[in-house]
């Protein structure tokens, strides 16, 4: 129930205004957002990479509207990746992309030319892509595009939400030699004819899905930070004979830091998912859907505020 208001309220715009006007919501939105200019990412960059973590960035932003959004949006990651490379911040650190803020709602072949674009300068720069996934509606397109994509720029990750019934199937199709595929629970608010809706069923999706993925020949990366899961992944790791270079675990920044720096000091592969950007409403209304207890850090930082 509560998920869902603040779901719906990450969508609107007048809600949007009183959480970014509110004094408290600095402090908030520092917790899991890594800043708003490119060298906010930079830091956080460097900063996770030598204690030992991988790094995936993402430019905060979507459901763009106008062909010079996109464009500029393109540029920020073609500049991105220029400074991790300058940086010498790859392959620890590669981008996530979301089509949606290139263009895929009104143009899905701009969309595409601005995700190669975007592709090829990250493996100038010596690193790769993965395309977050949004909500349902755009599956067939991203996925459609990826394909394309990875015709040239085979490494170029993918991302499937356990919470689609269609998933399982999904999985069977990505786990093939070479293909990245993100593992997630799913983030938005989606119908019941295309989602399971019971969080106990979600779970047992994302352990179905997990067992296609590491029983595969792929690359999984099981990003979750359900105890749970992360548990069962790690037996399933031992039970397939995957040695930490064949999969890896990733979590959000600013989440479970001591789960990550646990599971990277066991000799896994972790990479955390560094936002950053202006656009951080959306993002951050997502995170609080999560868990309650973060509604609850919202709540206490608004207290000590007044
Ligand atoms: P969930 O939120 O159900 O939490 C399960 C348990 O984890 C909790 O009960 C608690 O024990 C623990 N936990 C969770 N948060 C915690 C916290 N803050 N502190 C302590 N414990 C905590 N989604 C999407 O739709 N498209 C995408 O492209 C991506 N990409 C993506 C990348 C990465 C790297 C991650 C980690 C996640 C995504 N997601 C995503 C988001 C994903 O779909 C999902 O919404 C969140 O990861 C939350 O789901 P969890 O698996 O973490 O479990």
Redesign the pocket.
């Known amino acids: 129930m509560l998920r869902s208001v603040i779901l719906a309220a990450s969508r609107s715009s007048r809600v949007e205004r009183l959480v970014e006007t509110a004094p408290f919501t600095r402090d908030v939105v520092r917790r899991f957002v890594a800043g708003t200019a490119t060298d906010d990412a930079l830091r956080a960059t460097q900063e996770l990479v030598t204690n030992g973590l991988s790094v995936?960035l993402d430019h905060l932003g979507e459901d763009t509207v106008t062909a010079e959004q996109a464009v500029a949006v393109r540029d920020e990651y073609l500049a991105l990746l220029a400074a991790l490379s300058a940086g010498e911040l790859t392959p620890a650190a590669e981008v996530?992309l979301?089509l949606s803020a290139i263009g895929q709602k009104f143009d899905e072949k701009f969309a595409y030319d601005n995700a190669r674009a975007i592709c090829a300068a990250a493996s100038e720069a010596g690193t790769t892509v993965?395309?977050?996934?949004?909500?349902h509606t755009t599956t067939d397109s991203t996925l459609e595009i990826l394909a394309q994509l990875r015709a040239d720029f085979p490494t170029t990750g993918a991302?499937l939400?356990?919470?689609l019934r269609r998933t399982e199937s999904d999985c069977r199709e990505l786990a093939s030699a070479g293909s990245r595929v993100?593992l997630?629970?799913?983030?938005?608010r989606e119908p019941e004819s295309v989602a399971y809706q019971a969080?106990n069923d979600?779970?047992k999706s994302?352990v179905r899905c997990m067992n296609i993925l590491m029983s595969g020949e792929g690359y999984p990366?099981l990003?979750?930070?359900?105890?749970?899961?992360i548990a069962i992944a790690e037996d399933r790791a031992r039970w397939f004979d995957r040695s930490p270079d064949t999969f890896e675990f990733?979590?959000?920044y600013?989440?479970?830091p001591e789960?990550q720096a646990r599971l990277s000091a066991d000799g896994y592969t972790v990479?955390?998912?560094v936002p950053y950007g202006d656009e951080w409403y959306g993002y951050l209304m997502?995170?609080l859907a999560?868990?309650p207890?973060?509604m609850a850090f919202f709540a206490r930082a608004l207290v000590s505020k007044k």
């Open positions: 995936t996530s979301k993965t395309l977050d996934m949004e909500d991302v939400q356990a919470y993100r997630c629970k799913g983030a938005y969080a979600v779970d994302y990366m990003a979750t930070h359900d105890p749970r899961l990733q979590l959000l600013g989440i479970r789960e990479r955390v998912y997502r995170r999560e868990r207890a973060n």
